[in-house]
């Protein structure tokens, strides 16, 4: 079992900055790949990012060069610095992460871009 908590989402004027962190513990052989997902109110889950061990990363088309995905393997963690911000970055991000072939995923914390 792998459990997930997720810390920095809050309010932020638009061109702001927000680094996001999710640690996963439990008992945990191997995490691979580990992600952020948002969703904005009255819209699917996307996939914002995803990093897979060794560092190759995906991004979605609305986030490059703004946001950029990290992992500490050594603790874990996986993190989502988000530049740049826009008023549609609103949404509830949630970190997930896959485990031996099954999903996880975080109680998800609030991003909200002000004007």
Known sequence: ???L???GGGLVQAGGSLRLS???SGS???IDPM???RQAPGKQRE??????SGGRTT???SVKGRFTISRDSAKNTVYLQMNSL??????????YVDHLGRSYWGQGTQVTVSS
């Open 47 to 52: 996939l914002v990012a995803r990093i897979i």
């Open 1 to 3: 079992q792998v459990q």
């Open 86 to 95: 826009k008023l549609e970055d609103t949404a509830v991000y949630f970190c």
């Open 28 to 30: 945990i052989f191997s």
């Open 35 to 37: 992600a952020w997902y």
């Open 59 to 61: 991004y979605a088309d």
């Open 22 to 24: 999710c640690a996963a």
């Open 5 to 7: 908590v997720e810390s």
